[in-house]
């Protein structure tokens, strides 16, 4: 498993293509979970970096946390709506971990009123989830040709072209 930053580390055009288009969506993904009945569960999510690690923290109580609280793998996928994929999309696989540090909760509340005036400051979080991948994939089109790259932990990201 890698942080984000180990991952980005290694698997920098992965990572390059999942910031794009985290960041042209306005942050929008989707996050598939697993329901307590065993199907797949997509939800709307905005992840956010903060201090080198991505965060899967949204309004407490949705069934998407109770999901991950059950079961803690996750899919988050890019938001697409080009159906010809022009920008590439992106990912990622791996395990949430539940970080209950309330210090860590506070700074996380301040970088986010500062950078985008959304004022959980003082608040308590409920479940504050750190994102720890365990694989990742991204498709782009580059000179006409499909491409699609490949990382698992521990080896560098491979590209297969049709």
């Avoid at 609280?69 to 996928?77: K, M, N």
């Avoid at 003082?122 to 089109?141: I, K, N, P, Q």
């Amino acid at each position: 498993m890698a942080t984000w930053k180990e991952f980005s580390e290694a698997a920098p055009r992965i990572a390059s293509v999942f910031v794009r288009r985290h960041t042209a969506t306005g942050n929008l993904c989707m996050l598939g979970t697993l329901r307590s009945d065993g199907f797949p569960r997509i939800s709307p999510m905005e992840p956010r970096f903060f201090e080198d690690q991505l965060w899967l923290i949204g309004m407490p109580n949705t069934t998407k946390f109770h999901d991950l609280a059950r079961d803690p793998r996750f899919c988050l996928h890019t938001a697409t709506v080009d159906t010809h994929v022009s920008d590439g999309d992106a990912k990622l696989f791996g395990v949430v971990q539940d970080v209950q540090d309330k210090v860590l909760h506070q700074r996380f509340a301040e970088a986010l009123f500062e950078a985008t005036g959304f004022d959980l400051r003082g608040r308590e979080f409920g479940h504050f989830y750190a994102a720890d991948l365990t694989s990742a994939s991204a498709v782009e089109f580059t000179d006409g040709r499909l491409e699609i790259t490949i990382w698992k932990p521990g080896e560098p990201e491979r590209v297969v072209r049709k």
